[in-house]
Every structure is written in C-alpha cells, then in structure tokens.
T-cell receptor, first 114, second 114 residues
Framework: DQQVKQNSPSLSVQEGRISILNCDYT??????FLWYKKYPAEGPTFLIS?????DKNEDGRFTVFLNKSAKHLSLHIVPSQPGDSAVYFC?????????????FGTGTRLKVLA | GAVVSQHPSWVICKSGTSVKIECRSL??????MFWYRQFPKQSLMLMAT?????????EQGVEKDKFLINHASLTLSTLTVTSAHPEDSSFYIC??????????FGPGTRLLVL
C-alpha cells in the first residue's frame, strides 16, 4: 500500500501565481515531512521540511503546511517562476534504529508557464 | 548540507554481467548512506541502508545477494548489481544521512542492461 500519496501527477501554473502541491499520508508515526525538487536524470534537491509538531514552515518563496488531523501536507510556491518547473516529491520520515528513513510520494510534475 | 557524487553517471552492460556503482560523500563523513531505485515515472523506492563498517540493511523484497552493498569508509559506499538482467535497468540514487532528518542525494546512475 502507498503510505505517501501525491494525487496530482501534474500541475500547470502561470508565472507569478501561486503553485500548490499536495501530499497525503496514512501513517501517524511519521515525525518529519520533506519536499524535494527533481530534474530528469538528476538526484533530488532538498527544498524544505517540517516537523510533525509544527503546522507551518516558511523559507523564502516556499511554505509547507501540515494538517495532522487530515494527514495532509502542502507546498506553496509564491510567486512561481519558470525555473521552478520540475518534479516535486514529498517524503515522510520516521526515525528507525537511529536513522531517518524516507518514504516518497509518487511526485507531481510542475510546469510554470512564462 | 552534504555534497554527494556518484560514478558512473550512466552505464550500459550485457545481461549476466555485474555492475558497480560508487557513491561518495565529498564533504561529510557519513556513517549512514541510503540506496534508492527509481523506475520511469515512478517514485523513489528505498532499497537498503548502508552502514559504515557493518552489514547493510535491506528493505523487504530487495535481494541482498543480487544488490551487494559495501560501505568500507566514511566517504564511500558501493552498490554492485550482480548478474544484471534487463529488469534491473533503472535509475539508482544514493543519499547521505547527516544524522538529522534531511538526506542529501547524489546525481544518480542510469543503468541499462541489454
């Protein structure tokens, strides 16, 4: 079963507007949630994370919101720029034997139109 | 963060041969590294946790005798795909754990088995 889901495989947004990417999870034991950006044939690049004890974290144009009761998180990018076009993965993390192991969502391809 | 490199970036091999992929942590001494695999248009799936100086921990469904992992130093982990077959063709990515919740990923290695 898919513990972390990104139900929108793709999203198109006009430059300057807000991009909202969504992620749902099933396991209430996750203690961190992270967003990564990925270009084809490259490794993921860390964007922003949030602890399960918080409901919002902001870093520049990127804000992540966490709704624990709904087991839902979202990434807001504002304003969106053409360089933001990439695949975005959410990851849920649980500390196991001293390390944080990830479960990734299926990804959302964001296209920012100039 | 940590800077991570992988070598080779891509490799083509014949069915039945073995392929070694290197993952190097360039600026951080990593006791823990992870190996992931990504099939086209799918998520990143954790294959194993590589522990310096000890045996790797494999995820359910991953054959440890087929995917040999060696983590002999704090800066190098290797993944050897033994007796590769076309179904092993995939994008293999490693990451470095800094002990906190964020992992830093290498650029990935694309493997094509003919």
């Amino acid at each position: 079963d898919q513990q972390v889901k990104q139900n929108s495989p793709s999203l198109s947004v006009q430059e300057g507007r807000i991009s909202i990417l969504n992620c749902d999870y099933t396991n209430s034991m996750f203690d961190y949630f992270l967003w990564y950006k990925k270009y084809p044939a490259e490794g993921p690049t860390f964007l922003i994370s949030i602890s399960s004890i918080k409901d919002k974290n902001e870093d520049g144009r990127f804000t992540v919101f966490l709704n624990k009761s709904a087991k839902h998180l979202s990434l807001h990018i504002v304003p969106s720029q053409p360089g933001d076009s990439a695949v975005y993965f959410c990851a849920a993390s649980a500390r196991t034997s001293g390390t944080y192991k990830y479960i990734f969502g299926t990804g959302t391809r964001l296209k920012v139109l100039a | 963060g940590a800077v991570v490199s992988q070598h080779p970036s891509w490799v083509i091999c014949k069915s039945g041969t073995s392929v070694k992929i290197e993952c190097r942590s360039l600026d951080f001494q990593a006791t823990t590294m992870f190996w992931y695999r990504q099939f086209p248009k799918q998520s990143l799936m954790l294959m194993a946790t590589s522990n310096e100086g000890s045996k790797a921990t494999y995820e359910q469904g991953v054959e440890k005798d087929k995917f040999l992992i060696n983590h002999a130093s704090l800066t190098l982990s290797t993944l050897t795909v033994t007796s590769a077959h076309p179904e092993d063709s995939s994008f293999y990515i490693c990451s470095v754990s800094t002990g906190r919740e964020t992992q830093y990923f290498g650029p990935g290695t694309r493997l094509l088995v003919l």
